[in-house]
């Protein structure tokens, strides 16, 4: 069982710089793979970056390459994602999700992430 909670949403004018973080708690047990998504009004679910706890190794969206860093502070059991030269169709909820799966679909498809957190709202105008 694993609990996610994700902060740092607000408004921000377009071009700004915003962090968004994710706190993880309970069994995460081996290969957890953790992904922020962000859904907006009329869109579906889409996955902006996802992160391998163990090997830190990073994954992006095309859309948000080059702007959005995640990254991990293992000591604080928290994600986080950076996101620089912010759009106004970067305005989405953005959700941290978490998954130990280990086939061979994406982890940009949201089918396979079992925990989610409540998510944080990002407005850029």
């Known amino acids: 069982h694993v609990q996610l909670v994700e902060s740092g949403g607000e408004s921000v004018q377009v071009g700004g710089s915003l962090t968004l973080s994710c706190a993880i708690s309970?069994?995460?047990?081996?290969?957890?793979?953790m992904g922020w998504f962000r859904q907006a009004p009329g869109k579906e679910r889409e996955g902006v970056a996802a992160t391998y706890l163990r090997s830190g190794s990073t994954y992006y969206d095309d859309s948000v390459t080059g702007r959005f860093t995640i990254s991990q502070d293992n000591a604080k059991n928290t994600i986080y994602l950076q996101m620089n030269s912010l759009k106004p169709e970067d305005t989405a909820m953005y959700y941290c999700?978490?998954?130990?799966?280990?086939?061979?679909?994406?982890?940009?498809?949201?089918?396979?992430?079992?925990?989610w957190g409540q998510g944080t709202q990002v407005t850029v105008s």
């Open positions: 309970g069994d995460t047990g081996s290969s957890l793979c």
């Open positions: 999700a978490a998954t130990n799966y280990a086939g061979r679909l994406s982890r940009f498809e949201a089918q396979i992430y079992n925990y």
